[in-house]
């Protein structure tokens, strides 16, 4: 039987300094001043949904990926299971115990051309030739949003991976970034969606008018997950309708107006469908959602 991993082995795979998204800018010193250099961040690198559980951090390396995950705060509240017990003294006494207040994880950019390719090379996975030259007119490097995924496709990833698409109300939940009642995930406000979202048009950061941004190019929500708003749609594990013919999308993209950006937004296509503005991210955790 296999071992399980232990704290100490996730310790070691800790790495030292924690790459992209998350890098301090970089201010040029004053000539002659003395600049002290932050303690760099430690970060986790994980294997299985179940060394989650033992882990208490708020950002992971998921290790098949290499993804970058956050810990979404958890809206279900903690359980408590009431155990009977014993004093010293041999009294009966009832403790409450909470199981802790479970949490997902989820890849704070999209699934990648470089992650996805990774995945075509360690499996027998199918992905027909002819869309790659699409794949390099809209979506030209490594570090862009894998495009022309099915459905399909982005679940055979995930099972890979050792993750899974969200649910619809988890990508919805985690898109609103802890804000309550807003209508983006960066707040009301439409004038600055281009800090957040690539979608139609240009203007301010966003530089892409017929194609693509590479992943974590704008501002991310309060959860610090990129592009929950634009760049490409994301398939949900759920149908869209009890009928089952299709499955949801959320979030808005690269060739969409802003009304796609809205958090509330869903969009939908049957699970074969492969569109050069669907993609994909994976969660981890939450057991039963
Ligand atoms: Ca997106």
Redo the contacts with the bound molecule.
């Keep these: 039987m296999r071992r399980r991993p232990t704290l100490v082995g996730i310790g070691l795979l800790t790495l030292a300094v924690w790459p992209g998204c998350w890098d301090q800018p970089k201010v040029a010193p004053e000539q002659g001043a003395i600049v002290i250099q932050p303690e760099a961040e430690k970060v986790i690198v994980i294997e299985s949904a179940e060394e989650l559980k033992r882990v208490n951090a708020k950002k992971i390396i998921w290790k098949k990926d290499g993804a970058k995950m956050v810990s979404v705060k958890s809206e279900v509240p903690a359980r408590y299971e009431e155990k009977k017990t014993f004093d010293r003294r041999g009294n009966s006494i009832t403790k409450k115990i909470s199981d802790g207040s479970p949490s997902l994880w989820m890849d704070t950019t999209?699934v990648t051309v470089g992650q996805f390719k990774k995945f075509l090379s360690q499996t027998d996975h199918q992905f027909d030739g002819d869309l790659w030259s699409s794949v390099e007119t809209y979506s030209p490097t490594d570090k862009h949003p894998m495009i022309n995924v099915s459905w399909n496709d982005a679940m055979a990833y995930a099972k890979w991976a050792g993750k899974r698409l969200p649910m619809d109300r988890e990508w919805g939940f985690a898109a609103k970034g802890s804000l309550v009642g807003k209508k983006f995930s960066w707040g009301e406000d439409d004038r600055v969606a281009r800090d957040y979202a690539n979608y139609a048009g240009i203007g301010g950061k966003d530089k892409w008018e017929e194609s693509t941004a590479p992943v974590g190019s704008f501002k991310p929500n309060g959860y610090g997950l990129y592009?929950?708003?634009?760049?490409?749609?994301?398939w949900c594990q759920d149908w869209y309708t009890s009928d089952k013919f299709f499955r949801v999308l959320r979030?808005?993209?690269w060739n969409l107006n802003a009304t796609n950006l809205r958090v509330a937004r869903r969009y939908f296509h049957a699970p074969h469908g492969r569109l050069n503005y669907f993609?994909f991210r994976c969660v981890s955790g939450f057991d039963k959602p």
């Excluded at 592009?227 to 994301?234: H, I, K, L, S, T």
Aim: glycine share 30%; proline share 0%; charged share 25%.
């Design positions: 999209e592009d929950m708003a634009g760049n490409v749609w994301e979030g808005g993209s993609g």
